[in-house]
């Protein structure tokens, strides 16, 4: 029987082409694989049984699988694969109890996002936003005003030492600065192989200059960055969110960001997405704003097409995939 794949419809542009490209679609059409595949002709904020009872296969970007999802009578559906690492979208435990498994892709995101925290840390350290005013305001006598940070004085902190946040640390390396890491589930020996010194979470917070979160959304890490924490921050200090919006409570953060008891903070996600048009970031000079998008670049995209559509195809196959989601209570 054909193996019939449904891409939701958020992973085309505007125009109407795959935001990949379309050479990664080329694995859904290998010789001598029975299968075929669409576009969802319905665009959904979340999936629904009718999509489960349609496609043997999902491949979804922002879309919300639910319970609700899987509570049809007819579900056909035996693989979701994300379009990306995080899976908060997803009820991974809700579709393995209908037999169902969940990927993603955590190697094609590891280095874009990593890159796009050092794009982040590299701005705010360069003062790079009020710079740019300054040239085109014709302010340029001002700009001993707005001296950046040098890097190798500094010191960094991850937390989250998963793939990103290990290939952050690779990448950040060379800078010569001190790094920090802060992880309870990863070896020290691995942390330190990689330049860095293990410490618990709050050493980390009142010792780093710049403090990148790239940890996994779950029960635990739902606000980890919370009122209490940012406390611990040194009044110069940035906070970095490469992670998932509620990793950081934003009424905290946004509090800390005008009494001054951190400097800054550079912010890819946020508690409510899109971003709401009065939150009082939009209105904050030292915070760099970007739409859960800044690690999006066309290799970011098609290589974790490649990888996504890569675990439809084995598991069409009757292969394992690689990078199957296991259910977790947390």
């Known amino acids: 029987m054909t193996f019939f794949v449904g891409l939701t419809r958020d992973l085309l542009t505007p125009g109407g082409e795959p935001s990949f490209g379309t050479s990664p679609l080329a694995l859904l059409s290998q010789p001598g694989l029975d299968l075929k595949w669409e576009f969802i002709p319905e665009s959904v904020t979340e999936i629904t049984p009718e999509l489960m009872a349609r496609y043997d296969g999902l491949y979804v970007n922002t879309p919300r699988v639910t319970a609700a999802s899987v509570s049809g009578p007819h579900l056909r559906t035996k693989i979701v694969a994300r379009h990306g690492v995080g899976y908060d979208s997803v009820d991974v435990q809700a579709l393995a109890d209908q037999g169902i498994i969940t990927t993603n892709t955590p190697v094609a995101i590891q280095r874009p996002v990593a890159v796009a925290a050092l794009t982040f840390i590299l701005a705010l350290a360069g003062r790079l936003v009020i710079k740019d005013q300054l040239t085109r305001e014709n302010r340029w006598n001002e700009r001993t005003n707005h001296m950046g940070l040098g890097l190798t004085t500094r010191t960094l902190g991850v937390v989250g030492i998963g793939g990103i946040g290990r290939e952050l640390l690779t990448l950040a ?31 980390l917070m009142r010792q780093s200059d710049f403090v990148v979160t790239t940890v996994l959304l779950n029960k635990k890490t739902r606000h980890l960055i919370n009122a209490e924490r940012l406390a611990l921050m040194k009044n110069t200090a940035y906070l970095v969110n490469m992670a998932r919006g509620p990793i950081v409570d934003e009424v905290a953060l946004i509090d800390a960001l005008r009494r001054g008891i951190i400097a800054g903070a550079g912010l890819d996600v946020f508690e409510q997405e899109p971003i709401a048009p009065d939150n009082p970031l939009l209105t904050m000079d030292n915070v760099l704003l970007t739409p859960h998008s800044l690690c999006w670049t066309d290799e970011c995209f098609d290589h974790m097409a490649r990888e996504g559509l890569g675990c439809i195809v084995d598991f069409a196959q009757g292969k394992r995939p690689q990078s199957v989601v296991s259910p977790s209570p947390d």
């Open 173 to 203: 390396r060379p800078f010569g600065w001190r790094m920090l890491a802060a992880d309870p589930f990863v070896d020290p020996a691995l942390i330190r192989e990689r330049g860095a010194e293990p410490v618990v979470l709050e050493d």
